[in-house]
C-alpha cells in the first residue's frame, strides 16, 4: 500500500503538523497500518475523518500521538525509531482492574487490535454489528452476564462497559428515539431499523454522513408500540 497517500491525508487536517504511516505486525501477526502523528488532532476525529475520504483499508488500525518524529542524522524520520503502538505509552488509558484488564483483551481479541484503551470507542476502532455479536458473547462467557448487543450504544467504551457489569441492578431502557449522532446544524435525519433488527444496525450510517448531520434510530420494538397506540 502506498502510504504517502494515507500520510497526505492527515496533513490535509490543520491541527496535524506531522505524519508518518507505517505497516506494523500486530500480535496476530497480520500487519496493519499504524499512523504517528504530531499535532492536536484526536484519533477518533482523524479517523472519522480518513473515512470520508479514504477506503477502508487505508484507514489506519492505530493512532499514536508523539511530541516530534525521531530523526536520523540526515535529517530523514527514522521509522525504525517510532514508538511501538503496544506500549502502554503509546496513548491508551490501560485498565485499572482486574475486570477492565478482562474485557480490554476480549475487545483486543475481537478486534485484533492493541492495545485498546477504557475510553476508545468500540464503533471508531472498527467495530460492527458482526463483531458486537461475537463480543457480547465472549463477555457472557468470560464474565457470566449476559448483555444485550444494543448495550453497545450505551457503553461502546471497557470503562462504560465495565461500569455497567459492576452493577447488578442495570438493565436497557430504550426511548422511542435514539439519537445516534446528536448533533450538528442540517436538519434531523429519522430512520427506523427494519424488522428483526435494532438500532445497532444503524449505527455505521451517521459515521457516513458526517458530524453535521444530527441521525436519530428509532427501534422496532417502539415503532411497533406507537403502530398499537
Not at 499504524?34 to 483499508?57: F, I
Not at 540526515?74 to 506500549?87: H, I, Y
Not at 424488522?195 to 411497533?224: I, K, N, Y
Amino acid at each position: 500500500m502506498e502510504t504517502a497517500e494515507v500520510e497526505a491525508a492527515l496533513l490535509a487536517n490543520p491541527a496535524v503538523r506531522e505524519a508518518v504511516v507505517a505497516g506494523r505486525p500486530d500480535r496476530f501477526g497480520e500487519t496493519r497500518l499504524v499512523a504517528y502523528v504530531v499535532g492536536e488532532a484526536s484519533p477518533a476525529a482523524l479517523r472519522t475523518e480518513l473515512r470520508r475520504t479514504l477506503p477502508a483499508s487505508m484507514v489506519p488500525s492505530v493512532f499514536v500521538r508523539i511530541d516530534s518524529l525521531p530523526l536520523t542524522s540526515n535529517g530523514k524520520v527514522d521509522r525504525s525509531a517510532l514508538p511501538d503502538p503496544d506500549s502502554p505509552s503509546a496513548g491508551a488509558h490501560p485498565p485499572r482492574d482486574r475486570l477492565e484488564v478482562c474485557l480490554a483483551a476480549i475487545w483486543e481479541e475481537a478486534l485484533k487490535l492493541r492495545p485498546v484503551g477504557i475510553h476508545d470507542d468500540f464503533f471508531e476502532l472498527g467495530g460492527d454489528s458482526i463483531l458486537a455479536l461475537e463480543l457480547v458473547s465472549r463477555v457472557e462467557s468470560v464474565c457470566g452476564r449476559r448483555l444485550p448487543i444494543s448495550a453497545l450504544l450505551e457503553a461502546p467504551t471497557v470503562a462504560r462497559q465495565a461500569s455497567i457489569l459492576r452493577n447488578a441492578s442495570w438493565s436497557p431502557a430504550w426511548p422511542a428515539i435514539v439519537a445516534l449522532q446528536p448533533h450538528g446544524h442540517r436538519p434531523g435525519f429519522f430512520c427506523a431499523a427494519g424488522a428483526g433488527t435494532d438500532v445497532l444496525s444503524l449505527a455505521e450510517l451517521p459515521r457516513h454522513l458526517g458530524l453535521d448531520q444530527p441521525f436519530m434510530a428509532c427501534s422496532r420494538r417502539a415503532r411497533t408500540a406507537s403502530e398499537r397506540r
